[in-house]
């Protein structure tokens, strides 16, 4: 066999998968790179920029760098994409039993890493704001599906309220599945058409609280939690505040669990395989 025959060297894995849940416990931390929006974060426009003075974001991290740093450093590789199963605003806490995640390391050098070790690594640095649990390898199909999957949600809420709620009120709406129609907040009106849908939330209970009421709800897929406690002026039809009786504005909120599509439950998963079977299919 002459040289030029030879078989090239096993070209180094293109990408890696792997996938867990996070758990936010901070008010401070968006899930991806929160880039200035002024400056795009681009390293020379940014030096110049007032709104991020240089830095060229607006927050000092975020999920995916704080998980990111160390998978990046074990895998010998800078180069990550973070995929969320949906995502919270920066300022609620994502509580329960995490949010799903996969994480793609691009090009790394290092192989044969201890996903364990970097999860401890990840979890001790990052105490009292961020958790990972049950990260594990997995294959590039988990994107789209924990991407596409629709999840009801469970939140709890702290509302202020202008004064207490109608007791009767209350009483007839607790547990009931109510459907409201919601348009397109004015937070987010910049970015997405000014649609109106349809969705459901639940009132599973509401209890007074020092500083407002302990609402705890569930929600339909998709819809403006906020603006659902709120009604922003009419927009969401009908809302907390309609249905009570009285003004309501969410002052903090925290996302408790994430149901299936129906607002079940999930089933327990799996447990995950200590290492893909797949492992080192997706060239
Ligand atoms: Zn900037």
């Known amino acids: 066999m002459s040289s030029s025959e030879r078989r090239p060297a096993t070209p180094p894995q ?89 994480i793609e390391l691009i090009a790394p050098r290092q192989l044969d890493v201890d996903l364990a070790a970097c999860e401890a690594e990840i979890n001790r640095r990052n105490a009292g704001r961020l958790e990972v649990l049950g990260l594990h390898w997995t ?62 939330l639940e009132l599973v209970s509401c209890a007074p609280a020092e500083d407002g009421w302990d609402v705890l709800l569930r929600t339909q897929h998709g819809t403006y939690v906020k603006e659902a406690i709120s009604g922003e002026d009419g927009a969401t039809e009908p809302s907390l505040s309609g249905l009570l009786g009285v003004a309501c504005e969410c002052v903090a909120l925290d996302v408790t669990a994430i149901l299936d599509e129906e607002g079940r439950e999930p089933e327990a998963a799996p447990a995950p395989a200590p290492r893909a079977p797949g492992f080192g299919a997706d060239l």
């Open 139 to 200: 294959e590039k199909a988990r994107v789209s599906a924990i991407k596409e999957a629709r999840r009801a949600k469970e939140y709890r809420a702290l509302v202020r309220t202008s004064g207490a709620p109608d007791a009767e009120a209350l009483a007839r709406v607790l547990g009931q599945r109510i459907t409201i129609r919601q348009r397109t907040p004015g937070r987010v009106a910049h970015r997405r058409a000014d649609l109106e849908r349809e969705r459901w």
């Open 14 to 102: 293109a990408k890696v998968f792997l996938e867990g849940r996070y758990r936010k416990l901070s008010r401070d931390l968006p899930q991806t790179v929160f880039f200035c929006p002024d400056c795009k974060g681009h390293p020379r426009r940014r030096r110049g920029c007032a709104r991020c003075e240089g830095f060229g974001k607006l927050t000092r991290d975020s999920v995916q760098e704080l998980v990111g740093w160390v998978l990046g450093a074990a895998f010998k590789t800078r180069k990550h994409k973070f995929h969320g199963a949906g995502r919270e605003d920066v300022n609620v806490r994502m509580l329960g039993a995490g949010r799903s995640f996969v």
